[in-house]
């Protein structure tokens, strides 16, 4: 059974390159009816952002990315954060050390910044390895007696004991083999001086113990893959295959999708609010759009299409067709995205789910469906349903110049009070055919009598159906606006 994990580190909000491996390791369990876990990677407790757990699960929970294992849900995993696995670690990392695979180093931080200067004034780069271990403070080094010594005084860390001289092959779905020398791998750290396992060590534990198969994740872990090999092979475990995701750029593929940037050009780079900052459901984006948005990012997913419900991602993902090469983020088209999620929805459907983006307008029509009809098509985002109410609710707050300079060239009042006839004697069926007869008595075009009458409505020469428009509106509204629009003609 095919069973994968995201694993974020509560270190604050989720960022879109988070949400996309969320959503790929989503697609993958579900194409493959395997299980979907959330683990909270949580033992750099210096990192660790108020809040942020919690946000994270909000993110996949607006998404619909529910995980099958989580540490809310649970599972026969569990525990699913690993602040709650410390004696999971303490119990394995003792085997290391008794198979010799791993050792106790006593160096301070001190000590290992000397050594880091001197390297770098000699234009190098320490590294703590075979080469060096032996004359550094550890229980390779040391006697017995010295190092029962020093574990008892407790200020030690634990590290990998990497052999040298040895290629290291290890293999990425996306990327292909890739061989390293284990001379280029330092003897990491696995246990931290304050008892609790770094990254690394904890990331392989658990996806062994959990049962991962398939490791979907940033590529900015691809350069950790060799020593997460080497633990693995430290354990005599077998490794779970690897899916290394391409970066996210900034819209200008210069550099990493930052907030810096997200913040300068007014788009988001978190799907919720956060820190006071709208993310993407703030802004009205709806989930399934944003998801569809962003598997795009480095997947090509079918030639000439773009819109895609969650379950035909689902059966499409396929992983040769995911991009090795940086995937630049565009917010126009995550906006376009959106806008087509939005025409495919029916009004029903909006109404249903969006209840409180339609609050105004209910107060005032018993019959939403028909104003939704009208506006539908003109939302790129939901929130843009504020804006496109706005001439259901009010006569215009203003007139635009330039379509008050387009109609000078028509008696704009004479054509308004022939409009007042029309709309207030008879019914919208039958106005466009009244409009044409007056128009010919008068010796103007057809469009004289929509442009004044969509301007007396509207404020402006853009807008929705203006029949239906102005059926909706009824009779009295109608013949409102075209008295106010004489109004403002002759002030
Ligand atoms: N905790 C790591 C992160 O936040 C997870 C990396 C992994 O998936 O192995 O990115």
Redesign the pocket.
């Known amino acids: 059974m095919v069973r994968v994990?995201?694993?974020?580190?509560p270190?604050g909000p989720l960022h879109i390159g988070?949400l996309r491996?969320a959503l790929f390791n989503y697609l993958y369990a579900k194409k493959h009816q395997g299980a979907f876990v959330l683990r909270v990677?949580d033992t750099d407790q210096k990192r660790k952002v108020e809040g942020s757990e919690e946000y994270i699960e909000n993110c996949l929970a607006w998404c619909g990315l529910s995980p099958d294992e989580s540490p809310n849900k649970g599972g026969k995993y569990g525990p699913y954060r690993q602040s709650e696995r410390g004696q999971i670690y303490k119990n394995f990392i003792n085997q290391l050390i008794d198979s010799d695979r791993a050792y106790y180093a006593f160096d301070t931080p001190e000590e290992l910044d000397a050594l880091r200067s001197t390297a770098e004034i000699n234009n190098d780069r320490f590294m703590y390895c075979a080469l060096n271990r032996d004359h550094l403070n550890n229980s390779l080094s040391m006697t017995k007696k010295d190092v029962e010594k020093r574990l008892e005084e407790g200020a030690y860390v634990i590290r990998l004991k990497v052999e040298p001289h040895k290629e290291i092959v290890v293999e990425d779905k996306i990327r292909g083999t890739i061989r390293v020398n284990s001379n280029e791998i330092e003897d990491k750290i696995l246990m931290k001086a304050d008892g609790l396992p770094t990254?690394h060590f904890a990331?392989v534990v658990d996806?062994h113990l959990m049962e991962i198969t398939t490791?979907?994740?940033?590529e900015?872990?691809l350069p950790?893959l060799p020593l997460h090999q080497l633990i693995y092979d430290a354990f005599g475990w077998t490794a779970p295959e690897f899916m290394h995701l391409p970066l996210i750029l900034n819209p200008s593929g210069k550099g990493k999708l930052s907030k810096r940037d997200g913040d300068k050009n007014g788009y988001p780079v978190f799907p919720l609010a956060w820190d006071g900052k709208e993310g993407y459901k703030e802004k009205g984006f709806l989930p399934q759009a944003h998801l569809n948005y962003i598997a795009q990012l480095g997947w090509s997913i079918e030639e000439g299409k773009e819109i895609f419900s969650i379950e035909e991602l689902i059966k499409k993902f396929a992983v040769g067709n995911i991009q090795k090469g940086g995937a630049r983020f565009d917010y126009e088209k995550a906006k376009w995205v959106n806008q087509q999620h939005l025409a495919n929805m029916s009004v029903a459907e909006i109404i249903d789910r969006f209840p409180v983006h339609l609050q105004q307008l209910k107060r005032v029509y018993t019959d939403v469906e028909l104003v939704l009809a009208l506006i539908k098509d003109r939302l790129v985002l939901l929130n843009d349903l504020e804006k496109e109410s706005e001439v259901f609710l009010s006569y215009p707050k203003s007139y635009s110049e330039k379509g008050r300079k387009r109609l000078k060239k028509f008696d704009i009042e004479e054509v308004a009070h022939d409009l007042i006839e029309i709309v207030g004697t008879d019914e919208p069926n039958n106005y466009k055919e009244l409009m044409a007869e007056k128009a010919n008595e008068k010796g103007l075009g057809m469009g004289a009598y929509m442009q004044v009458l969509r301007f007396a409505v509207v404020g402006d020469l853009t807008g929705p159906d203006l029949i239906p428009l102005v059926a909706v509106l009824g009779k009295n509204v109608t013949v409102g606006r075209l008295e106010r629009l004489i109004e403002y003609i002759n002030d």
């Open positions: 994990r995201f694993a974020p580190s270190t988070g491996t990677e990254y990331n996806d490791v979907i994740r940033g900015e872990w950790s």
